[in-house]
């Protein structure tokens, strides 16, 4: 019943530019690449690990989204949620904006710290469009207004508050797209209520047409509740899916009826 509510939001509640001009590319793990009309932008696109259970992404769309060959060339924004080595690698997106002459990095600090460290003195263009997010919890959302997008930042925990990966900078980005098309990227974000409710006016300030969840949020009621009813959500796609959840009939009972990105470059047009 989730999945039938959902896409049905998702045609009553999206604009018709949105609805009709939007692609969404699947690369690997929480990596994703959103096209709407002539804005381009990445999210977590290039990490070194899949720690034995997540997909990395192939080799021959690696080598096209270092080199910035189509499809993914002119690229405006690349979105990092944070520096863990399965959305993170800082060599290759280093070497990705050496490309990608016209696209700047939004990361959170410690991710751009990363770069800084490894980026020679003939890196200052690169340099220079590095956007480091210093979030923490509790802290204010932030917003960045460019020509073609709207960047929303939050700081929300990492999975495992609050025993584990206290210290990691995880940011939920809500980017608003040429013509009004709004995607929220959360990163390994901790599917409790709390952490949203504590900004209620900002997640009510702006409908989402597309919500991109680690698939953990689809398995607690806690996630469901945060996409189904304070989030205002038109469609939801699970990511970092374990490689051994590909398969529909391998996929724990929970996780059924719920859509997720599993097979590398598989796109959704919206």
């Known amino acids: 019943m989730h999945f039938i509510r959902t896409v049905i939001l998702c045609f009553l509640a999206a604009p018709v530019a949105w609805s009709q001009t939007t692609s969404v590319q699947y690369l690997a793990n929480e990596g994703v690449m959103v096209t709407h009309n002539a804005t381009k932008v990445l999210f977590d696109p290039l990490f070194s690990n899949d720690f034995g259970q997540y997909q990395m ?3 021959a769309m690696r080598n096209a989204i270092l080199a910035g060959d189509a499809p993914y060339d002119q690229v405006d924004a690349v979105f990092i949620s944070h520096h863990h080595e399965d959305h993170f690698s800082a060599a290759d997106i280093l070497q990705l904006l050496r490309t990608q002459t016209g696209a700047r990095l939004y990361a959170p600090a410690q991710a751009v710290a990363a770069i800084r460290r490894i980026a020679g003195a003939d890196d200052g263009t690169v340099l220079d469009r590095l956007v480091g997010l210093d979030l923490n919890y509790g802290d204010t959302p932030v917003n960045i207004e460019t020509d073609d997008l709207l960047v929303e930042a939050v700081h929300i925990p990492h999975s495992g508050w ?109």
Do not use: M
């Open 162 to 270: 609050p025993t584990a990966r206290t210290d990691v900078q995880n940011i939920a980005f809500r980017i608003t797209l040429t013509d009004g098309g709004t995607v929220l990227h959360l990163g390994d974000a901790d599917p409790k209520l709390l952490h949203f409710a504590n900004d209620r006016e900002y997640w009510e300030g702006r409908s989402i047409n597309l919500a991109l969840p680690p698939y953990w949020f689809f398995a607690s009621d806690g996630g469901n509740e945060i996409l189904d009813d304070l989030l205002d959500v038109g469609h939801s796609i699970g990511i970092h899916v374990p490689d051994s959840f590909a398969a529909p009939a391998n996929r724990p009972a929970e996780l059924a009826g719920f859509e997720l990105f599993t097979t590398p470059g598989e796109v959704r047009q919206f």
């Open 57 to 59: 992404v192939p080799t």
